[in-house]
């Protein structure tokens, strides 16, 4: 398998037994073919490895790592299939989303584009059965670190980014990880694209949703000022923004 055409792709999983097999299948279903899956192990308890292990054995593109103790953090599993990846590309998908068939073929050939580090799409939402629930995230069709500042736009199911124009990039042991590790390759001076459609849904789980909106407006604040160090001045202006397009999501 060639580095230069190889997108790997990390899949966290903790007691994801229940989707597990749709989330592998649909990388399977990839038109993209040269790929290597990591799936992580956070120390299930259910018969996650059982399966991850079983795909495994009839596909040498797919791999199992499993950590050594339960991390409690999505971070640390998806930091050690980082670690291992051999491919240029790099892309996240945990064990309760899927991809569409197409994804890859349709965002690879975009890095081709100058200075594109990194790609993403757009995404539908579904529920826990997996329907889909009349709601498509909508992404703009270009961003960089300032502008992804005033709130995160890349869904981190659907973002691939390229390790040879931004090095490999680890993710933190902090609420939204994944708005901090999007803004810190971001930061490395990269474009990033949008591929202009759906190719991922992302599975809702039913949480409170006002208990969501209250600690996901902490774990952005202390982004801010405690991960990126910004000034009070810089930080109250990114989170106005960040505030701003929350509101409007839900009018």
């Not at 966290?12 to 649909?26: D, P, T, V, W």
């Not at 292990?53 to 009839?58: I, P």
């Not at 329907?131 to 995160?152: C, Q, R």
């Amino acid at each position: 398998m060639e580095k230069n055409n190889c997108v790997s792709i990390i899949m966290a999983c903790y007691n994801g037994e229940k989707f597990l097999s749709a989330a592998i299948e649909s990388v399977l279903a990839q038109t993209y073919k040269t790929w290597e899956l990591l799936v992580c192990d956070d120390c299930s308890t259910d018969n996650s490895a059982l399966i991850a292990k079983s795909y495994a054995e009839k596909d040498n593109r797919i791999k199992y790592l499993c950590m050594e103790t339960n991390s409690g953090s999505p971070a640390l599993p998806r930091n050690m299939g980082i670690e291992s990846a051999s491919g240029r590309y790099i892309a996240i998908l945990d064990c309760d989303d899927i991809w569409l068939p197409a994804k890859l073929e349709k965002q690879i050939p975009l890095f081709e584009k100058e200075n594109v580090g990194v790609v993403y799409s757009d995404y539908e939402v579904i529920d826990i059965d997996g329907k889909p629930i009349n709601k498509v995230i909508h992404a703009p069709l270009k961003t960089n670190y300032s502008k992804n500042l005033h709130g995160n736009v890349i869904g981190n199911l659907t973002g691939v980014f390229d390790t040879e124009k931004c090095g490999k990039v680890y993710q933190q042991k902090i609420g939204a990880e994944d708005y901090l590790f999007w803004l810190e390759i971001l930061r490395t001076g990269v474009k990033a694209v949008n591929a202009g459609e759906v190719l991922a849904q992302y599975r809702e789980a039913n949480l409170s949703l006002s208990g969501n909106k209250a600690r996901s407006a902490m774990w952005t604040w202390n982004i801010y000022r405690k991960s990126l160090k910004l000034s009070i001045i810089k930080c109250v202006w990114c989170f106005c923004f960040y505030v701003f397009k929350a509101v409007l999501k839900h009018i």
